[in-house]
């Protein structure tokens, strides 16, 4: 491979490795949309931090937008606080305004000395082509920040997420440890920008983690699935779109995210729903069965085998976990059982009687 492309596939898979792994942070919170608001909240940042420094580096551009989704992000949280604003319509509110504030900001940029050259408008939907190895720096260095972070406060971060009365009962600085939450999804979004853009950054941050709960239950296995699922869906895109010519490399890092999570969520063993439909049918043909050796019991141990049973009886004896109801319709149109009005349920075919 060339050199460009080394720099463009590593890129790709420390962005997915380290927005997969924290995009978990707002997942298992209900709060993905979070990522979605922060990433367009970061565009009039980008655009102000360019016209105040007049400087073009990502580094710069970067730092720019964090501050920017991070007041973004303050900023709903003082409108739940003080307000009896729903969270997704604060969470609108809040992405519709500074979005809208960037898109103006931008429009007035292109007039400015430099601006048409500066390649702001990379930013609304990547350009992988442009990373360099300093940038490939700058987000290993802020993935490893926010890492040990996590690591640091591995025990707080889990009860905030889970539990946040609780962890304020615990005497836990809740609030603090929202605000750090709010940090590492910043990072987590900033650094994948300049290579998917802030249209797409949302799924970067929620795809990878949705897929990877669809695995497991554990906090811990969600964070590092979403983080190899997040890694391995970068470096693939990156290389898929070094194939053909002009084949973008965030849309591509995100159907391949969106194809893995679809796939995630149909096979799955503990939640796909592929296999939940082979336990509903195991579940529904031994409940059958357990039907079946019922009314053939009562059959065998009845002076007429042919005497029919209502199904209160039959419930009686299959107790509560089965719906006898339900069972004994479905039976009946397999033809294995037939109803008799005001009398109830017999065996279409006649079992050896008991005396």
Known sequence: MDFTLRIVMTGAALLGL???????????????????????????????????????????????????????????????RT???????????ALAVFFGLGVVLL??????AGAAQAGLDRFLFGQAATLLREDLLVMAGAGLLAFALVLAFWKEIQLVLFDEAYAATLGLPVRRLQTLLIVLLVVAIV????????????????????????????????????????????ALGA??????????????????????ALLSVLVAPARGLLWQHIRRRQARETARQAVMAVLQELARHHPDAEHPHPTATIQAALGTDVPAEAILRDLERRGKVRHMPDQGWQLTERPPHTP
């Open 107 to 112: 429009s007035a940029a292109q007039h400015t």
């Open 239 to 260: 290389w898929i779109s070094s194939l053909a010519p002009r084949l973008p490399t965030g849309p591509l890092i995100v159907l391949l995210l969106t194809a893995l």
């Open 191 to 234: 650094i994948g920008l300049q290579t998917v853009g802030v249209v797409l950054m949302s799924a970067v941050i929620v795809a990878p983690a949705a897929a990877a709960r669809q695995w497991s239950s554990r906090y811990g296995r969600v964070l590092l699935l979403a983080g190899l699922f997040g890694l391995l869906s970068g």
């Open 83 to 93: 307000t009896r604003i729903r969270f997704d319509a604060a969470l609108g509110m």
């Open 18 to 80: 380290i927005s997969g792994a924290l995009g978990t942070l707002a997942v298992l919170r209900r709060q993905g949309l979070i990522g979605d608001a922060v990433a367009h909240a970061a565009l009039p940042g980008i655009v102000l931090a360019f016209l105040l420094s007049g400087s073009k580096a990502p580094v710069v551009l970067q730092l720019g937008a964090a501050v920017s989704g991070t007041l973004a992000l303050l900023w709903v949280q003082a409108i739940l």
